[in-house]
């Protein structure tokens, strides 16, 4: 649902917190959502205390049951349903949590049924793992709704969905959280509190990226749902910015302190896919359909400039054969951080990397906190490695105990926004596109993300 401009002069009125707005160009479409200031500030904002989270998860495909699994072992959640439009998912994931005390409801067989997820009065959290198309239409009903909702990523396919989700996240003050699970990983963690302790100096440049060969998996018939990703491929740009971004943002205080300016984005040719789709539709006309379609150039880079004056370098490509790269480079006046290809090194200088002595002391100096809490029970539980069970024990441990959310709607908004604002560059041979400021101004003040654990840290694990 969306919030009209009346909506939102009565909201401001109301709560009395309207800041001054920062207009920006970035479309006709956009200034709309710009004018006026925020109804309510989400960043920083301490929702109500949960004692017990519970929670209803709708999509079961490849990533949603390893959440169910990993959020089954913490303390204080209560998973109340499962939903999925395909029934056999959602007995599959029901069978994950035969041996735990969560007894929930299933939800399958129509397009809405998640509704009725949302819907329910005794449920606190949506946790979304559908395809991107659906990111915003869900999180956007949970909060109406009356639920906090957490959203896989991209949170968002339009800039249009971003803002629905800014407007109506301040509306309800609801939380609307982005699972950019890459701003948990190990080595992210210990940068970001690298950047903090001024180990790198005054962060001038970053790279984050998503290489990550998915050709054969994008054309496969049973990989994912309808054959949404293979259609996402449609469009041309950076289309799943966030797994780099979002680390990059948080070492450069995006959203907190500094905020994403304007980006130009530069697409190849593709030289895989339509050629792929060639292939496969002469011996199989189920791929006919797909035969002669335009597809998103190979490898996208998109670079971003922030209102300080720091660059971001974005790329993405899911098709070239390549060895996997999630690029993490933090680039400052004292020092360097870099990550891909394995193993990730740090230097102070020109002259190379630190020792791998040098490295294990460092990692033992600044590593944060929530590291030493749950990191190894985290490598146990899994999920990438871990960081993923990361991700979702700080979003419960930030519920149960009332704290601000690490990656709050407005991170959800700007990061996702760069999937569609890339398009749009790509579409004009590289023009420069305003990126909007989703906290209409109140980037200038709002607080960097605690990653001290100063409050919390309360939640326990089942191994
Ligand atoms: N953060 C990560 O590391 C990571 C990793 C993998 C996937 N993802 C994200 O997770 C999401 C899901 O990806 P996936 O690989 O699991 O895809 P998938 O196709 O395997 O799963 C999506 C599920 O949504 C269900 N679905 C579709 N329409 C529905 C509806 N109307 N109501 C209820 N359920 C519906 C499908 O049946 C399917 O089971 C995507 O956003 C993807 O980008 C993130």
């Known amino acids: 649902m969306k919030t009209t401009r009346r909506d939102f002069i009565k909201i401001s009125t109301i709560a009395g917190m309207t800041m001054a707005g920062e207009a920006t160009i970035a479309s006709p479409k956009d200034t709309k959502h710009t004018a006026q200031g925020q109804a309510f500030n989400m960043s920083g904002y301490a929702a109500p205390k949960i004692e017990t989270v519970r929670i209803g998860f709708i999509g079961l495909g490849n990533r949603g049951p390893g959440a169910v699994e990993r959020i089954s072992k913490i303390d204080g959640v209560e998973i109340k349903a499962l939903c999925d439009i395909r029934r056999e998912k959602v007995e599959q994931a029901k069978k994950i949590l035969e041996k735990t005390p969560h007894k929930p409801d299933l939800y399958s067989g129509g397009e809405e049924e998640w509704k009725k997820v949302c819907d329910r009065k005794d449920i606190d959290l949506i946790y979304i793992a559908t395809p991107w198309k659906l990111h915003a239409p869900m999180a956007v009903y949970a909060m109406e709704h009356g639920k906090h909702a957490a959203v896989e990523v991209p949170a968002a396919v339009t800039v249009d969905e971003c803002w629905q989700m800014v407007n109506t996240s301040e509306k309800t003050r609801k939380h609307c959280v982005i699972l950019e699970n890459c701003c948990y990983d190990f080595f992210e963690l210990l940068t970001l509190n690298m950047a903090r302790q001024g180990y790198f100096g005054e962060i001038l440049h970053t790279e984050g990226a998503y290489i990550h060969a998915l050709l054969d998996a994008n054309f496969s018939k049973t990989q994912y749902y309808d054959m949404w ?19 990059i943002a948080q070492a ?16 190849t040719n593709d030289f895989m896919m339509a050629a792929k789709a060639k292939e496969l539709a002469a011996n199989d006309s189920f791929y006919k359909q797909y035969e002669g379609t335009s597809f998103r150039g190979n490898m996208n880079t998109t670079t971003i400039r922030t209102v300080n004056g720091k660059t971001m370098m974005i790329q993405h490509d899911v098709t070239s054969p390549r060895p996997y790269s999630r690029i993490h480079l933090v680039s400052g006046t004292k020092g360097t951080a870099l990550k891909y290809p394995d193993p990730a090194r740090i230097s102070k200088g020109h002259e190379g990397w630190v020792s791998d002595q040098e490295f294990k002391e460092l990692e033992a100096k600044y590593a944060p906190p929530i590291v030493a809490k749950v990191g190894e029970m985290a490598k146990q539980i899994g999920g990438h490695g871990g960081m993923d069970f990361l991700m979702d024990w700080r979003l419960i441990d930030c519920l149960r105990n009332g704290l601000p959310v690490d990656m709050d709607v407005y991170d959800a908004a700007a990061w996702s926004a760069v999937g569609p604002l890339s398009e749009k560059s790509v579409a004009s041979r590289s023009a420069s596109v305003d990126i909007p400021d989703f906290t209409r101004g109140a980037w200038k003040k709002n607080a960097p993300v605690d990653i001290q654990l100063l409050k919390g840290g309360t939640t326990r694990v089942r191994l």
């Open 252 to 267: 450069l205080n995006v959203n907190r302190g500094d905020r994403m300016d304007y980006l130009v984005s530069v697409s």
């Open 229 to 247: 990703r293979l259609k996402e491929n449609m469009r041309n740009g950076s289309l799943y910015p966030t797994h780099g971004l979002g680390p």
